[in-house]
Structure formats: C-alpha cells, structure tokens
C-alpha cells in the first residue's frame, strides 16, 4: 500500500463532509464518531459531488437528487443510485490524513 497525504485532521470537521483532490482522483473525506473515511466524491448515478451532500446516520446523500451512500462502506442504500463508490483505505499520523488510491 502507498498512502499519499490528503489533508490534515485538524481541517475535519465531525459531519461535515471535506472535498479533496489528489492528482486525477476527487476524494470525500468523513469524519463520523471520531473515525476518518475516504470515498470517491462523484456520485455514480449523475455528475454531483457527495461533499456537496448531506451526512445523516452513516450515509451521504447526493444533493442532485437525494440518492445515499454508507459513508463506511461506499454502498448504495436507496434509489436512484445502484452503483456504490469506491472507498479508500485510511490511516492517521498525528495530524495528517493518509489514504490509499
């Protein structure tokens, strides 16, 4: 594994969602009960950025038309989405977000 550092915790704030971009890749980076997630941040039923979402019990929820994704394990919950996203391994060091593309 190759982790690259994609932003400090201390930028995380607990239900609210961080865009980040690492070269080609749009990330999502969560923060929920004290834990970092990473997921892709582009919504895989239309062009919408999950950070631009909602985080309600585990889930983001698209903010084009609503659809949710388990923050944890990039699942699709509820219609219209069918396809889950890509969710990145983690890990903190100190103050710095790592994650693993």
Do not use: W
């Not at 983001?60 to 944890?72: N, R, S, T, V």
């Amino acid at each position: 594994m190759t982790f690259t550092h994609a932003a400090n915790l201390s930028d995380l704030v607990e239900d609210e969602p961080l865009a980040v971009r690492l070269g080609d890749e749009q990330i999502a980076l969560y923060r929920l009960d004290g834990e970092v997630y990473a997921a892709h941040n582009v919504c895989t039923h239309q062009f919408a950025l999950l950070s631009d979402g909602y985080m309600e019990d585990g889930c983001i929820e698209c903010p084009l038309h609503q659809g949710k994704f388990d923050i944890k394990t990039g699942a699709a919950m509820c219609a219209p989405v069918t396809q889950s996203i890509r969710v990145y391994p983690v890990k903190v060091e100190g103050d710095r977000i790592m994650i693993d593309l």
